[in-house]
Nanobody
Framework: QVQLIQSGGGSVQAGGSLRLSCAASIDTYDRCVGWFRQAPGKERVGIASINADGETKYADDVAGRFTISKDATRKNIYLQMNNLKAEDTGMYYC?????????????????????WGQGSQVSVSS
């Protein structure tokens, strides 16, 4: 498994922006990488994924507002969150899996990560 160390998170007012970072112990070129969110009292669900070619997919409720990306080393993964809403509040987790394709199944639950970051709290007030 790849080790994932998260940073970022915090509190912001609705309409604001935050950026989460995830540092991987290895090059993630051949892995699915994604971000998951667990809202208070809710199940943890996938909200963004990126595959080996850099193709991205998003859950409907974050599409157009959130962006998942990697840097040139492919060891740093980011989630840029814009126009945040109160319902975006929750714990966010970076995650990875050894497969290279169909990474969007992070969002459907058909593909499950085998590596997890420690989580980052995001609180959005309205």
């Amino acid at each position: 498994q790849v080790q994932l160390i998260q940073s970022g998170g915090g509190s912001v007012q609705a309409g604001g922006s935050l950026r989460l970072s995830c540092a991987a112990s290895i090059d993630t070129y051949d892995r699915c990488v994604g971000w998951f969110r667990q809202a208070p009292g809710k199940e943890r669900v996938g909200i963004a994924s990126i595959n080996a070619d850099g193709e991205t997919k998003y859950a409907d409720d974050v599409a157009g507002r959130f962006t998942i990306s990697k840097d040139a080393t492919r060891k740093n993964i980011y989630l840029q969150m814009n126009n945040l809403k109160a319902e975006d509040t929750g714990m966010y987790y970076c995650a990875a899996e050894s497969g290279s394709w169909y990474c969007y199944d992070f969002l459907t639950g058909r593909r499950n990560p085998d590596s997890w970051g420690q989580g980052s709290q995001v609180s959005v007030s309205s």
